[in-house]
């Protein structure tokens, strides 16, 4: 009778260390679950931030190119002010030696 009782002994403890054991790796699962699930919402907000910033980049490249473009606008502006001073300016000078001739 004692070895039945020894070997049901031996098979409980067996199952009790079974048990804390699946207990514990139960909760380490749970653990790594939560991490896992924390990574993905992380990776989604890393996404979002990317497609931002290059959405902000693609405004940013707009508007430089029609700065850009005002720029060389006004800089055709400028060079046409300036082409007709100085030919005003000849033509004054031609008036002023025809006057002074007189």
């Known amino acids: 009778m004692r070895t039945v009782r020894d070997g049901s002994d031996a098979i409980y403890t067996g199952a009790s260390e079974i048990s804390i054991g699946n207990n514990d790796l139960s909760s380490r699962t749970e653990q790594q679950a ?3 699930e924390q990574t993905a919402a992380s ?3 890393l996404t979002a931030t990317v497609k931002q910033n290059a959405e902000n980049a693609r ?3 707009k508007l ?3 700065a850009s473009e005002t720029a060389q606008q006004g800089g055709k502006v400028v060079d046409g002010v300036v082409t007709t001073i100085e030919r005003n300016c000849g033509q004054f000078q031609e008036d002023c030696r025809y ?3 007189d």
């Open 34 to 36: 939560a991490s896992l």
């Open 43 to 45: 990776m989604e907000q």
């Open 59 to 61: 405004q940013a490249s």
């Open 64 to 66: 430089a190119l029609t």
């Open 99 to 101: 006057h002074q001739c």
